[in-house]
């Protein structure tokens, strides 16, 4: 019964902003590191940003570094992605997923390190 649902995908021109929501259930997400993806038509699902289950670490990929902020409020099992600066590159389908080991800090984001995926949220960047 593990759920990870995304909202906050939209339509919106390059430069604008947008914040993305990822709400959990089903499991101990206090205890879980979090993760986004995204994955373009005809293109790979790629990381995005993660953070550590405390929220202390914080990774991002280099294409979006000093625009995108990966947050949580485990208070609300709930994490962010408040992505800024965007441009049409950044067009594609955003992924929440949670990373299988408990407790962790590390930077191994990898797709088949997750246990779990939510069904995504698109987000489309204009020119």
């Known amino acids: 019964q593990v759920q990870l649902v995304e909202s906050g995908g939209g339509l919106v021109q390059a430069g604008g902003s947008l914040r993305l929501s990822c709400a959990a259930s089903?499991?101990?997400?206090?205890?879980?590191?979090m993760g986004w993806f995204r994955q373009a038509p005809g293109k790979e699902r790629e990381f995005v940003a993660a953070?550590?289950?405390?929220?202390?670490?914080?990774y991002y990929a280099d294409s979006v570094k000093g625009r995108f902020t990966i947050s949580r409020d485990n208070s609300k099992n709930t994490v962010y992605l408040q992505m800024n600066s965007l441009k049409p590159e950044d067009t594609a389908v955003y992924y929440c997923?949670?990373?299988?080991?408990?407790?962790?800090?590390?930077?191994?984001?990898?797709?088949?390190?997750?246990?779990?995926w939510g069904k995504g949220t698109l987000v489309t960047v204009s020119s």
């Open positions: 997923a949670a990373h299988r080991r408990l407790y962790y800090s590390g930077s191994s984001f990898d797709l088949d390190g997750m246990r779990a």
């Open positions: 089903g499991f101990t997400f206090s205890s879980a590191a």
């Open positions: 953070i550590s289950w405390n929220g202390g670490s914080t």
